[in-house]
């Protein structure tokens, strides 16, 4: 059924369209709600890259295997897959397993921990991170370019958030509400401005449908919110975009999903 708010969008042809988009990505599960597969529908979703997104949403500390790999199931991912991204985190250094019996657990390494919770901050966070504003800095054209972490606008500028130290630079100040439209689109691709819009879409949409879904299908519907935002929050371009353009996509797309995530419940592992 489409939800009844008439701003949400028609996902009632979303399970037949991601059997064809999704084919060689994952399976999909005989009761996905099409909600679930229109959210699968803006990107087939990186294996490795949900796992991570699972423990960063994680209460508590471990899962075990079986729970790793019903909660991807949940998300149409093919167990193969799960094994395969299991085995790259593990060897990358970013989880730990433990093996009780036949039984094996997975947790995230000190460096995963340390990863995770950095990337939490930005993730979860309802303010605009940066809020002090941005500035673009013209920096000496006889030195080598660097950006220090801010966006290479041209030749020799930088946008960068306010009260960043590059030497020899000319500061120039914003004005409020006067962005070109050139700069805008230096910060965000189009495509992931479209993945936003989407995303926020659906999220202003998860209160009406979500008395429709089963509880995997709503755990499931909560970790890609994480995956898709957790991809836009991570970069420095996209809280530029908010901040300069706060009637844009990209800001309503951090407002809305930031407002489901504090209104849903954090992963917990399933009884298996």
Sequence with gaps: ?????????????????????????????????????????????????LIATMFGDLDGDSLSGKQIGALLADAGIKPEASRVALHRLRSDGWI??????????????????????????????????????????????GAPMDACGGITLGRNL?????????????????????????????????????????????????????GKLTAANATTARILFIHFWRKMALRTGVWAHISLVPSGEMARCHRVVTDLLDRTDQLTPPEI
């Excluded at 969008?9 to 909600?35: C, E, I, R, W």
């Design 96 to 141: 730990v397993s433990h093996k009780t019996g036949r039984e094996v657990s997975y947790a995230l390494s000190d460096r995963g921990r340390a990863e995770t919770f950095a990337a939490q901050k930005d993730v979860y966070r309802r303010d605009v991170k940066f809020s002090a504003g941005w500035q673009v800095y013209a920096l000496d054209p």
């Design 158 to 210: 930088v946008l960068a958030p306010e009260g960043k130290d590059f030497a020899d630079a000319l500061t120039l100040s914003l004005a409020d509400g006067d962005l070109p439209q050139w700069v805008a689109d230096t910060l965000v691709a189009p495509h992931l401005l479209h993945q936003a819009h989407v995303l926020a879409d659906l999220a202003a949409c998860f209160e009406d449908v979500s």
């Design 1 to 49: 059924m489409v939800p009844a708010n008439p701003a949400c969008p028609d996902v009632s042809g979303a399970y037949a369209g991601a059997k064809t988009l999704l084919a060689n990505q994952v399976f999909l599960v005989p009761d996905m709600h099409p909600f679930v597969t229109s959210l699968l529908q803006i990107e087939p979703p990186k294996t490795w890259s």
